[in-house]
C-alpha cells in the first residue's frame, strides 16, 4: 500500500482523541498503514521494567493510523490539505491541492 505521507511530513490529526493536533511524522510502519506523530497519542506506562528498575510514569508514543492524518498546508498554517503530484522538468514532485503549494 502507498502512503503520500513521508518521515518529517509536519500533519495534522483529523480524527480521534488528539483531533486538531499538529506535529511532525517521526516514523512509519513497514506496511505504511500506521504513523508515528511527534507529541501525539503517548500512553503512560507505570510499571518497571529490566531497563529502568525503580519505574516511574513514563510516556510511551504510540501510532496513529494513517487515516487519521492530513499534511499541513504550507500556506495556510493549521489547515489540512491532500496531497497530489505533479511533474515539472521531468521530475515528479508533492503538492498540496488546497493551496498548490509544493512540498519538501
Known amino acids: 500500500m502507498k502512503s503520500k505521507i513521508i518521515k518529517g511530513d509536519v ?3 483529523i480524527a480521534g482523541s488528539h483531533k486538531g493536533k499538529i506535529g511532525p511524522v517521526t516514523k512509519i510502519s513497514k506496511d505504511k498503514t500506521r504513523v508515528w506523530v511527534e507529541g501525539i497519542n503517548g ?3 507505570h510499571k518497571p521494567s529490566q531497563t529502568d528498575q ?3 510514569i513514563r510516556e510511551i508514543a504510540v501510532s496513529v493510523d ?3 492524518v492530513a499534511i499541513q498546508d504550507p500556506k495556510n498554517k493549521g489547515n489540512a490539505s491532500k496531497i497530489g503530484y505533479k511533474v515539472v522538468d521531468g521530475k515528479k514532485i508533492r503538492f498540496a491541492k488546497k ?3 509544493d512540498l519538501k
Request: hydrophobic share 25%; charged share 25%.
Open 11 to 13: 500533519v495534522k490529526v
Open 43 to 45: 500512553i503512560k506506562h
Open 54 to 56: 525503580e519505574g516511574g
Open 66 to 68: 494513517r487515516s487519521n
Open 99 to 101: 493551496s498548490n503549494a
